[in-house]
């Protein structure tokens, strides 16, 4: 087991040079000039943007470039946004309310899917059955976005004006606590949610088919034994999978659901870097949820053993 850690950790190493070297190359290569940017409508004084190309080295290769960003990142350096302040600085403000949006939402996500797919899988072809197929598809097939405004229209308004519930809001509020990443969690799990009951109701389907379960019924144990101890465990391992690899998505992809409730995590410094061509930012934002999936990654598949004790690291 310690090999196998050692040999992923090294090999982590490349895959984040790689990606690194992509997202900084594609930010490299974006049209329009960061230093104007930054003065915004107004045309940015040519001595003063020479400063700051001269600061940051923007005249620089790419290539030289790239290896004095990749050799600070080693250092636990992530750079300097044009503006001055400290990317880490800047993902240190962000990151909380991030990590806290996308934990709830895997939670969410991970209960609520699960819980439906068992439901579907035990009464196939039943109505609970159907009602889980039929609404996994649409939630499956309305953008997020959409679901984000109609859930803040029906719970955060319609429910608040005409029967007094002010539970769901609008509106970030840090001051609410848990309760005011509810909404925005379930908008961003939605779609994840809906994937994995599907997932669940197909694997623990086929599962139920093995002759080690069938022999289980057959000496007479308990239906919710069979399940919970023999079939549900071994139809876990893909649903693991997807939702390891789902909770980096998680964070990445809360993009639109920050910008809908006004929260000022990853997903919106994401976004105004990118408006504002903050190049340094991007590839540090990236980086971090890089290393993020790399390790979620490793972490799933030591859980593939617990879940399935003939599995073994070589």
Do not use: C
């Not at 439901?119 to 609970?128: I, T």
């Not at 809001?169 to 994937?195: K, Q």
């Amino acid at each position: 087991m310690g090999r196998y850690v050692i040999r992923r950790l090294i090999q982590a190493i490349p895959v984040l040079i790689g990606a690194t070297l992509l997202i900084y190359a594609l930010v490299h290569y974006l049209p329009g000039d960061p230093v104007q940017a930054l003065a915004g409508e107004k045309r940015a004084d040519p001595i003063v943007a020479d400063m700051i190309r001269q600061k940051y080295h923007l005249n620089d290769p790419f290539i030289v470039q790239y290896w004095n960003y990749i050799s600070g990142v080693f250092q636990g350096d992530l750079g300097e946004s044009l503006t001055g302040r400290s990317v880490s600085e800047m993902i240190g403000d962000a990151f909380p309310y991030t990590v806290n949006l996308a934990l709830v939402a895997f939670v969410i996500e991970a209960i609520i899917g699960v819980a439906a797919g068992v439901m579907a899988a035990l009464r196939k072809g039943k109505f609970l059955d159907q009602l889980v197929l039929i609404s996994t598809l649409l939630v499956i097939s309305i953008p997020v976005f959409v679901t984000g405004f109609m859930l803040q229209l029906l719970l955060g308004v319609k429910l608040k004006n005409d029967y007094g519930f002010d539970f769901f809001s609008v509106s970030f509020n840090e001051d609410d606590g848990i309760r005011a990443y509810l909404l925005p969690a379930f908008v961003l799990a939605s779609m994840s949610l809906a994937y994995v009951a599907r997932l669940t109701r197909t694997s623990l389907m086929e599962t139920m088919r093995a002759d080690y379960v069938r022999t289980a019924v057959a000496k007479g144990l308990k239906r919710r034994r069979v399940i919970g101890r023999h079939a549900l465990r071994n139809a876990l391992i893909p649903i693991v999978t997807f939702l390891g690899a789902d909770l980096g998505g998680l964070m990445g992809g809360a993009v639109i659901t920050e910008r809908i409730f006004n929260m000022h995590g990853i997903g919106g410094l994401l976004a105004q870097s990118v408006y504002q061509k903050q190049g340094t930012v991007i590839v540090g934002v990236v980086t971090l949820l890089v290393m993020i999936y790399l390790v979620t990654t490793l972490l799933v598949d030591l859980l593939y053993a617990v879940l399935d004790p003939r599995i073994r690291y070589e």
